[in-house]
């Protein structure tokens, strides 16, 4: 059975950092995309960034892009999301999420195969 478990959210205040892992049982980890994805109240669930199989290949939303960084430990079937200089509008239920994939990564969230039980980050003002 595929799990995806994320760790790492929590409460900090605008201008702190905070790093999100997702811990995945998906076999071989390498041979899948990852995701990170953000849902707030009433709102849909959006892309953060994705990585492909390697790691060499990563996209971001323009709201993160220069603030969040992706990354993969294939060694550990692990993914992380390092997120800095957090704004209150990054509030939201952190989502990791897999897809099997020889090369590339994906936007949307219909493209992922399966999913964590998601990470509450809360920023303060």
């Known amino acids: 059975q595929v799990q995806l478990v994320e760790s790492g959210g929590g409460l900090v205040q605008a201008g702190d950092s905070l790093r999100l892992s997702c811990a995945a049982s998906?076999?071989?980890?390498?041979?899948?995309?990852m995701g990170w994805f953000r849902q707030a109240p009433g709102k849909e669930r959006n892309l953060v960034a994705t990585?492909?199989?390697?790691?060499?290949?990563?996209f971001y939303a323009d709201s993160v892009k220069g603030r969040f960084t992706i990354s993969r430990d294939n060694a550990k079937n692990t993914v992380y999301l390092q997120m800095n200089s957090l704004k209150p509008e990054d509030t939201a239920v952190y989502y990791c999420?897999?897809?099997?994939?020889?090369?590339?990564?994906?936007?949307?969230?219909?493209?992922?195969?399966?999913w964590g039980q998601g990470t509450q980050v809360t920023v303060s003002s």
């Open positions: 999420a897999a897809r099997y994939s020889g090369v590339g990564y994906y936007y949307r969230a219909v493209d992922y195969e399966y």
């Open positions: 998906v076999s071989p980890f390498s041979s899948f995309a």
């Open positions: 990585t492909n199989w390697s790691g060499g290949g990563t």
